[in-house]
């Protein structure tokens, strides 16, 4: 069981990291200097997350968190791949923060009644930070998608590129399913019906179709990734892979 | 950076409940929901913030440098009209 908790732990931790890792790239870049500022308050949200996941699970395996960050490999990462993707771009970066948004506070809200302590107090934490991101990044769905020609033609070209991803979100393997018989992690599949009714209520508000289910990619928590992994980690771990235990 | 065009809108803080909403600075946003966001994601985030009130720039009435003198020159020298003799109860902080 304690295996499972720091497998579950650091995928977790996972998905914060390479996502606000991500999502970063955007400072400087924003189109303008509020929607910039706006952005790195949402990834630092997600580094501070990845930080508590990963302390969670330095408890039991005695790795610090800058182990995990800064030393595995890409085979190594159990993110979803939906995290890791390439920001694209703002209609894309904006629709998929909009469909993990929808996904995280589903997750959390369970999660914030697990049976663990820490995790659960991590999640209630974390809920208030996303119940914002949902407000903003919702809104911006509705602003993409009833805009312009052009933004309504890029969130959907955004929703069609990113949408194979997200039934990996859902996806419930032995280790979560063992730790959800003990109401320590959250039942994936049982999200998947909320979640898909809640984006398709937005995307129809915001005049967007909801894309087909013609397609779809997993392997992430598995450590099989897009090509996209490998760059982002070089950038990220560049500095501890040269001078190994650099301190600030 | 783009000029997207956006309206400018005025930001006011409020610290903490009792106290009054202060004018912290301005910013660009499409509309008023996204004004809000903005304001809270710019002058909120080192925990500043209790409540916020954004306003269109635009909808300010404001007094001009040229009035300055029928405006603000005739209160001068008129001390009786200041509080200063008081003294205040202790505890009062904020007068």
Known sequence: ?248 | MVDAGFPLWEVFVRSKRGLDHIHVGSLHAADAESALEYARDTYTRRGEGASLWVVKSSDIVASQESDAESFYDPMDAKPYRHAANYELPDGVDNM
Request: glycine share 6%; aromatic share 10%.
């Open chain 1, 1 to 248: 069981m304690q295996q499972a908790l720091v497998t579950y732990a650091v995928r977790l931790a996972d998905d914060a990291l390479i996502y606000g890792q991500r999502v970063s790239e955007w400072c400087s870049n924003a189109p303008t200097l509020e929607e910039d500022l706006a952005l790195v308050n949402v990834t630092l949200d997600y580094i501070g997350r990845a930080r508590m996941f990963y302390e969670y699970a330095s408890s039991y395996s005695g790795l610090s968190e800058d182990t995990y960050a800064f030393t595995r490999d890409g085979r190594d990462f159990t993110n979803l791949l939906i995290c890791e993707l390439p920001n694209g771009d703002f209609a894309n970066t904006l629709v998929r923060q909009y469909l993990l948004d929808e996904y995280e506070a589903l997750f959390l809200g369970v999660l914030s009644s697990s049976s663990d302590d820490t995790l659960a107090l991590i999640a209630q934490k974390s809920l208030k930070e996303t119940t914002y991101h949902l407000r903003r990044s919702h809104e911006w769905v509705l602003r993409l998608g009833m805009g312009t020609d052009e933004s309504h033609a890029r969130a959907c070209t955004a929703l069609d590129a990113l949408w194979g991803y997200t039934p990996e979100i859902f996806a419930m393997d032995d280790i979560e399913s063992g730790l959800a018989a003990e109401n320590i992690a959250p039942d994936r599949l049982a999200l998947l019906g909320p979640w898909r009714e809640n984006v398709a209520r937005t995307l129809q508000s915001a005049g967007l179709p909801v894309p087909a289910d013609s397609w779809q990619v997993e392997g992430g928590r598995r450590g099989i990734h897009t090509e996209h992994l490998g760059h982002l980690l070089a950038e990220m771990q560049v500095m501890q892979r040269t001078y190994p235990g650099l301190q600030w």
